[in-house]
């Protein structure tokens, strides 16, 4: 997705879902207008993803915002038009949880994947934290091992090392030589914002080459 031709916003975070990023948050979300925040907590369906629920209700209690927890947890939900129209509507969309691979595999070539491109399209924003950021970006960290993958490409030529806390030096510098396109490091409470205006770097992100 390049800068020059989005009319929404595309946050990546690194970690720390609804807890490390409040006031990043409450900015972008201002910054389109919504009160009303459709989150998707996929990548954690095989992870009690309703704790990432309840953590969004406490979210949006703090910044004064109403949640649509939206439960597409398998691709055959994707494929169906409902969920597809309730993310086409919102001017907010929030992924959350940290299963890159089940992510890409719910999404990828859906209705639901389109109707997120017309949330960008249509000036609204969209945030993934943690494995679902490293899973809109192509490449994608495999985080089985730390290699790369085919990711679902909302943001190409760049990969993303998220929870990076939670990583080994010796295991973050052999992802790091492994990389041949743009390559960012976050810890939970960073990120990298893009919009029209371009990219903007949140706390310490590491960004190995030029962002796309």
């Not at 038009?81 to 949880?97: L, T």
């Not at 998220?162 to 960012?184: V, Y």
């Amino acid at each position: 997705m390049n800068a020059s031709r989005l009319n929404g916003t595309i946050a990546l975070q690194g970690g720390g879902p609804f807890t490390a990023n409040d006031d990043l948050d409450r900015r972008l979300l201002a910054s389109v207008g919504a009160k009303h925040v459709v989150v998707l907590p996929t990548a954690d369906a095989f992870e009690r993803p309703e704790r990432l629920v309840a953590a969004a209700m406490n979210w949006a209690e703090r910044l004064e915002l109403e949640v649509e927890a939206l439960m597409v947890m398998r691709r055959g939900e994707a494929m169906e038009s409902g969920p597809a129209n309730v993310v086409r509507q919102a001017k907010a969309v929030y992924f959350v949880g940290d299963q890159p691979m089940h992510l890409r595999s719910v999404l990828k070539d859906t209705p639901l994947w389109d109707a997120l491109r017309d949330v960008l399209t249509n000036g609204g924003l969209v945030t993934a934290v943690g494995g679902s950021a490293a899973a809109m970006c192509d490449p994608m960290v495999d985080p089985r091992g730390g290699a790369f993958t085919l990711g679902l490409g909302l943001v190409p030529d760049l990969a993303l090392v998220t929870d990076a806390e939670t990583w080994s030096p010796e295991r973050l510098h052999r992802t790091r030589k492994l990389a041949n396109t743009a390559f960012a490091v976050m810890r939970s409470g960073d990120a990298l914002v893009l919009s029209a205006t371009g990219w903007e770097s949140v706390g310490s992100t590491e960004v190995h080459g030029e962002l796309p």
